[in-house]
C-alpha cells in the first residue's frame, strides 16, 4: 500500500523559513519522482518543485530567486523527500501536498500558513 506522510508545516512570519517532509513508504522510491504540490484557498493545486529519481530538480515560476537550488531534496535511505523554503510571504500560504510524480498517489497536505 502506497502512503505519503507529509509533516512540517505551521505558523510562520514572513521572511521565515520552513522545511517539509514527506515520508513515503510502499513503492521502490529510489526510482521515483517526487513533486511538492501547493493548494491556496479558492486557487487550483499548482506544482512547487519537483525531484527526479537521479536527483535533478525543477521549480516553479512563483517561487525561483526565493528558493534556493537545494530547496528540493531526497534521501533514498529515509524514503523521504524535503522541501525547504525561505524567505515565504503571505502568498505561499497554501496546504501542501507530497506526490509521486505524475501518479495518483497524495499525501494528506500539510498547512503552511505565512502571517505579515
Known amino acids: 500500500q502506497v502512503r505519503l506522510v507529509e509533516s512540517g508545516g505551521g505558523l510562520v512570519q514572513a521572511g521565515g523559513s520552513l522545511r517539509l517532509s514527506c515520508a513515503a513508504s510502499?513503492?521502490?522510491?529510489?526510482?521515483?519522482?517526487m513533486a511538492w504540490y501547493r493548494q491556496a484557498p479558492g486557487k487550483q493545486r499548482e506544482l512547487v518543485a519537483l525531484?527526479?529519481?537521479?536527483?535533478?530538480?525543477?521549480?516553479?515560476d512563483s517561487v525561483k530567486g526565493r528558493f534556493t537550488i537545494s530547496t528540493i531534496s531526497r534521501d533514498n535511505a529515509k524514503n523521504t523527500v524535503y522541501l525547504q523554503m525561505s524567505s515565504l510571504k503571505p502568498d505561499d500560504t497554501a496546504v501542501y501536498y507530497c506526490?509521486?510524480?505524475?501518479?495518483?498517489?497524495w499525501g494528506q497536505g500539510t498547512q503552511v500558513t505565512v502571517s505579515t
Open positions: 525531484v527526479t529519481s537521479g536527483g535533478s530538480t525543477n521549480y516553479a
Open positions: 510502499g513503492i521502490f522510491f529510489r526510482i521515483a519522482g
Open positions: 506526490n509521486i510524480y505524475q501518479s495518483t498517489y
